[in-house]
């Protein structure tokens, strides 16, 4: 059984840097298309980055992209998300997602993901 377990998360001001790591366990990292998805108050969950199984493909959304980056960590069975030049409008739960996707395929709706971590709270004050 796999289990998604996010850490990293807190409270910076704008401008600032958080690393967050996904940590993986029954499966290998590997087996997965990775990503990462936010969730504020009163508003939907959004895909935010994602990395495929295959090829390490990598896409983010337009809010996000040249700021954020994601990345897979075999030797560690682990996915990070750096987020550089953290603004307010950051401010969400961040959650991990795995998808049991084929091949370089990255998908970025919310029930297309089949496990999920139980979030880590980021707040950027101004």
């Known amino acids: 059984q796999v289990q998604l377990v996010e850490s990293g998360g807190g409270l910076v001001q704008a401008g600032a840097s958080l690393r967050l790591s996904c940590s993986v366990s029954?499966?290998?990292?590997?087996?997965?298309?990775m990503a990462w998805f936010r969730q504020a108050p009163g508003k939907e969950r959004e895909f935010v980055a994602g990395?495929?199984?295959?090829?390490?493909?990598?896409y983010y959304s337009g809010s996000v992209r040249g700021r954020f980056t994601i990345s897979r960590d075999n030797a560690e069975n682990t996915v990070a998300l750096q987020m550089n030049s953290l603004k307010p409008e950051d401010t969400a739960v961040y959650y991990c997602?795995?998808?049991?996707?084929?091949?370089?395929?990255?998908?970025?709706?919310?029930?297309?993901?089949?496990?999920w971590g139980q979030g880590t709270q980021v707040t950027v004050s101004s």
């Open positions: 997602g795995a998808d049991i996707s084929t091949g370089s395929i990255i998908r970025t709706l919310r029930r297309e993901y089949d496990y």
């Open positions: 990395l495929s199984r295959d090829g390490d493909n990598t």
């Open positions: 029954g499966r290998t990292v590997s087996s997965y298309a």
